[in-house]
Every structure is written in C-alpha cells, then in structure tokens.
C-alpha cells in the first residue's frame, strides 16, 4: 500500500533564505510525482509535475527532485518570500492519487 | 493552462437535505475526475475516482449511497451529499485530468456546513 510521508509537518524561516520540503512514498512504481500548494480554505495549486522518467522539474525559483529508486522528491523554493507563506502538499500517482498530510510553510517577514 | 470550475464555493443547508457539488472542465476534455475531502489541518483523502460514462470507484470507507457521483459528460462530474448530517461538513475538492500520466487540475473546492 503506497504511503506518502511529508517532513517536517511545519517549518518558519526568516524572509530570503532558501528552504526544501521533503516527500517520500513507499511504492517507487508511480507514473509521476506533483507538488502543490494550498492556501486556508482554499483549492489547490498545481506547481510542478514530475514524470517517472524525469529527475526534476524547475519553475521560477522552485526546483523538484524526484529519486524514483529511493523514494523521495524534494521541494527546493529559492529567496523565500511572504507570498509563499502556505502548505504544501505532494502526491503521487500509481493506480490512485496519494497524498502527503502537507508541510505548513510560514516565511516571516 | 487548464482550468477547473467546481461550484458553489460555499454552501451551508440543514441536516437532511441534499447537496450538490459541479465540477467542470472549462477548456479540455477530462476522461477522469476526482473527488476529494479534506478536514481541517488533514491531508486531502480521496473520496472517488470517476470516470465518463461509467460507475465512479469508491474509496475504502466511503458510502457511495450517500455520496453519489455521476460524470455524464467528459467536461462535467457532480457530486452529490444526499441527507447531509454535520459530519459531513468538510472541504470537497475535485480534480480533473486529460489522460494517464498528465497533470491534475483541481477546482477551487467547496466548504460544506451542515447544521
């Protein structure tokens, strides 16, 4: 059974400094991995998909990684800011979507 | 990109009543839509997977005489809370995709209260 397991739960940071989110899964046979964002009482926002055959994904001054044999994908977001002050879920994909319980991302200013 | 419409985005109705939830693929077809519920400070937990023209698959756990799916067409899936009690209450998000291994798109979710 595929689990997915974010670390940490929460994280503050001072406004600019770089940061990664980490997500690993149980079952390394996803067709891909893709990060997200939510914000309170919000839907969410996609922001990087991953495929199987792919390491990483760059948009912006975010970066995903995706080691498929170990079972892990990073979320590295460069120069932090305010605005990105909100939780961040990654799912997988195999025959079901499984989602990671989300890391609670506050920038301070 | 993609976009998702799921409506309303809100809706608060007395315990026993009916409630339904749209979930629209404005500007592609979506062969497979997702239903999800999420409680507060809780991951999202999927509820459904549908998909056009067939029974949507249920979720371990999920009553599929209480929530009741339907993905009549490749742009519109519903979800409907049929005699709604407050436990009920809870965020419900849907999400879309074109084909296997693409994206998902979500919709904007809707905030159920049930009194």
């Known amino acids: 059974k595929q689990e997915v397991t974010q670390i940490p739960a929460a994280l503050s940071v001072p406004e600019g400094e770089n940061l990664v989110l980490n997500c690993s899964f149980t079952d390394s046979a996803i067709y891909n991995l893709q990060w997200f964002r939510q914000d309170p009482g919000k839907g969410l926002t996609s922001l990087l998909l991953?495929?199987?055959?792919?390491r990483e994904q760059t948009s912006g001054r975010l970066n995903a990684s995706l080691d498929k044999s170990s079972g892990r994908s990073t979320l590295y977001i460069a120069a932090s800011q305010p605005g990105d002050s909100a939780t961040y879920l990654c799912a997988v994909l195999d025959d079901k979507i499984i989602f990671g319980k989300g890391t609670r991302l506050h920038i301070l200013p | 990109g993609a976009v998702v419409s799921q409506h309303p985005s809100r809706v608060i109705c007395k315990s026993g009543t009916s409630v339904k939830i749209e979930c629209r693929s404005l500007?592609?077809?979506?062969?497979?839509m997702f239903w999800y519920r999420q409680f507060p400070k809780q991951s999202l937990m999927l509820m459904a997977t549908?998909?056009?023209?067939?029974?949507?698959?249920?979720e371990q756990g999920v009553e599929k005489d209480k929530f009741l799916i339907n993905h009549a067409s490749l742009t519109l899936s519903t979800l409907t809370v049929t005699s709604a009690h407050p436990e009920d209450s809870s965020f419900y998000i849907c999400?879309?995709?074109?084909?296997?291994?693409?994206?998902?798109?979500f919709g904007s979710g809707t905030q159920l209260s049930v009194l």
């Open positions: 999400s879309a995709k074109k084909n296997t291994n693409e994206k998902l798109f």
């Open positions: 549908s998909n056009e023209g067939s029974k949507a698959t249920y």
């Open positions: 500007d592609f077809q979506a062969t497979t």
């Open positions: 991953i495929q199987s055959s792919q």
